[in-house]
């Protein structure tokens, strides 16, 4: 049918005062669930919120919050009754301050979508009901009033909008209330522009009463001319949560990182990794990390070649490089000190002193001498001995 539910953002306020029996309270919630399969629900199409009252206001859920009937009817049948008094007119406040904004995903006003109040009460309000409710109407806010068994007809009539005779509801009993149900459908009823076909919107079409707006999908903006889209750069400052690079994909778009950072499981910020890791460089001895970079080094003894990334062996022997007095002798990596001829290398094993030499005969070439001269003074005997004979 042509004739659908005409958008809304609709915000049900249910009194659970202490009147209200609780065998009462689930029949207005069986009322809101019939409500709800009534209405076109969707982000596009009609929103949903619910108030809870009594001596204080709880917001059970706002505008912005479910936007398939499943998920809403199951959330209202959560909803426990507060009991004490009946705040009627600090309930229509609330909605006003906390449920009818941007933030709690009431529509803005260019998008002209009709604000709703639909009002279940059974007793009289114990607050005044009268200025709030005609600031509300002022603010564009249509408020309908329902009254059962004990209701105060001349409070509903205070609150609700003209015309009171298609505002102001009343029925016995909550048994029966259900019954509102078909003459909200009808109230809410509008011929169904975009249904028909009728329209020239590129991307999305809402109904509005007899007529219809353009709108565009998520990551598109509309053109001047209100009918076609353009996609937005979503990339523009502002727009993204990308901690390093934003990358723009045809009315969305996706991070990454710079050059040694790497993705979160966010998906939004970035870490730097460690470059160090085993296969990630290209150091042949030593990686140095840097916030997601690195250098190469040498061990000691080395030298990083030109290419910065291969090292050589130092000549531990060059000038300049050692402590050795006289002569330097390499080892590998390592290097040892010596002396020139005729000197001795010192306790500090790297300077030289003149070696002492010494006069004195050793003790092997003492003993020659000691044998030699015993043989002479045995021969200088017999030679005089023969010579006295």
Known sequence: SACKNRPLDLVFIVDSSRSVRPEEFEKVKIFLSEMIDTLDVGERT???AVLNYASTVKVEFPLRTYFDRTSMKEAVSHIEPLSAGTMTGLAIQTAMDEVFTEEMGTRPATFNIPKVVIVVTDGRPQD?????????????????????????????????????????????????????TS?????????NVCALRTHDCEQVCVSNGGSYLCDCYEGYALNPDKRTCSAVDMCAPGRHECEQICVSNNGSYSCECYEGYT???????????????????????????????????????????????????????????????????????????????????NPDKKTCSKAITSSLITTEESCKCEAIAALQDSVTSRLEALSTK
């Open 128 to 180: 005044q009901v009268q200025d709030v409710a005609a600031s509300a109407r002022a603010a564009g806010i249509e408020i309908y009033a329902i009254g059962v068994d004990r209701a105060d007809m001349q409070s509903l009539r205070i609150m609700a909008s003209e015309p009171l005779d298609e505002h102001v509801f009343y029925v016995e009993t909550y048994g029966v209330i259900e019954k509102l």
């Open 46 to 48: 009609t929103r949903v």
């Open 263 to 345: 993705l979160n499981p966010d998906k939004k910020t970035c870490s730097a990794m460690d470059m160090c890791a085993p296969g990630r460089h290209d150091c042949a001895q030593v990686c140095l990390s840097n916030d997601g970079s690195y250098t190469c080094d040498c061990f000691e003894g080395y030298t990083l070649n030109p290419d910065k990334k291969t090292c050589s062996a130092v000549d531990m022997c060059a000038p300049g490089r050692h402590d050795c007095e006289q002569v330097c002798v390499r080892d590998d990596l390592f290097y040892t000190c010596d002396c020139y001829q005729g000197y001795t290398l």
């Open 183 to 191: 003459k909200f459908r009808e109230t809410f009823c509008a011929v």
